[in-house]
């Protein structure tokens, strides 16, 4: 590895030290955004209006301080930046900034700002469709390493939450913007069916990793559990798009979306019970500890769009068990930010206080 390559685990699976650099800017970090966006929203859903609002601030300045930090990034450490783009284990964390940028606009739809909210869904339109191409053949198509599908992990899912975070705030805004309903409709569906697909390939790819490749505890990280947040927000995409007014792209859509959106609750809520088994395998049997790392982020965003899922889908489909499943999980996601936030600061103030002691 370069010096200087961002990497959050050791060779033995416990994470490295946070590093407070351009250069150690993993493209994942936009995760914790996403995770404080979506906990802020179930919060609003739930009605905790302040809850709701002290949570989207802290996931704005959280947004303003990694864009800061990736222009700089891309500016004087832009070789990290290329090798990132290159690697097939981290190049899929790239697909954060959309995601984020689309909780972001969600949100702001939800209260009202929708032209802000509109301006947000542009930025991650624009580059959802430049990645959506570029990641795919810098990481894989156009590596020489073969084989590859030992790379496959949790973080190629993420494919699959920036596309469905696009259909859940063009399914938003269709209502609002009449003049613009058909084409957000399209956008909407567009967006939702290439999410299914794409979740369709990556479980393929990461199941056959799985398979066919050794699996040891330290590969069993959080972003793993992004394949069952990359379920519930294709639920709450769904259930946007269930809601829309009738529109063509929706008229032939709508009963297939709203019954495929049951299934992924399904099949998210069973995902839960195999994801928290593999997680006391690695930490509980296998020892390796429980501390903060950046990906823990990649955690707590899938616990929220679950409770946000419930409750969108019940509330759309008149499902109240989903909805009464969802309001009750919010309390998970919100111990669960509560725990990954207070470790982020504690590692922050940690790095800011033991510099002066590593110079000297």
């Known amino acids: ?55 989207f601030w802290a996931a704005v ?34 697909f954060t900034f959309i995601a984020a940028t689309n909780v972001l606009g969600a949100a702001l739809v939800g209260v009202g700002q929708t032209v802000v909210g509109g301006v947000l869904l542009a930025v991650s339109v624009l580059v959802w469709l430049v990645l959506g191409y570029v990641i795919p053949w810098t990481a894989v198509l156009g590596s020489d390493r073969r084989p590859m599908l030992d790379t496959a992990n949790g973080t190629w899912f993420i494919w699959v939450v920036a596309s469905q975070s696009i259909a859940v705030v063009a399914a938003s805004l269709e209502p609002i913007y009449d003049s613009m ?41 959080p972003p793993y559990w992004v394949a069952m947040g990359a379920v519930a927000i294709t639920i709450v995409a769904g259930a946007r798009i269930v809601e829309m007014k009738d529109a063509p792209m929706i008229d032939v859509t709508r009963d297939l979306v709203a019954g495929m959106s049951v299934v992924f609750w399904a099949f998210a809520t069973w995902l839960i019970p195999v994801l928290l088994a593999a997680g006391v395998w ?49 309390w998970v996601a919100l111990f669960t930010w509560a725990a990954v936030a207070v470790g982020m600061l504690r590692s922050v103030v940690r790095v800011l206080t033991s510099r002066p002691t590593a110079a000297g």
Request: net charge positive; proline share 7%.
């Open 282 to 330: 690695r930490h509980g049997l296998h020892r390796i500890p429980l501390v903060y790392q950046p990906t823990l982020w990649s955690m707590v965003f899938p616990f929220g769009m679950y409770a946000v899922a419930g409750m969108y889908l019940g509330r759309a489909n008149q499902l109240p068990v989903v909805e009464a499943v969802g309001a009750s999980w919010f």
């Open 181 to 221: 309903r058909h084409e957000l409709a399209i956008l909407a569906v567009f967006a939702w069916s290439v999410g299914v697909v794409l979740y369709a390939a990556t479980a393929v790819f990461v199941a056959l990793r799985v398979m066919l490749y050794p699996l040891e505890p330290k590969h069993l990280d």
């Open 61 to 94: 300045v959280f947004y303003v301080v990694l864009v800061v930090l990736t222009a700089w990034r891309f500016a004087s450490h832009r070789h990290h930046m290329s090798d990132d783009f290159h690697d097939p284990a981290r190049a899929f964390g790239f």
């Open 1 to 55: 590895m370069a010096e200087g390559a961002p990497s959050t685990t050791t060779d033995t699976g416990a994470p490295r030290p946070l590093r407070l650099t351009p250069a150690g800017l993993t493209p994942g970090y936009f995760a914790g955004v996403m995770a404080t966006g979506i906990v802020s929203i179930g919060a609003q859903l739930r009605g905790f209006t302040l809850l709701a609002t002290a949570l």
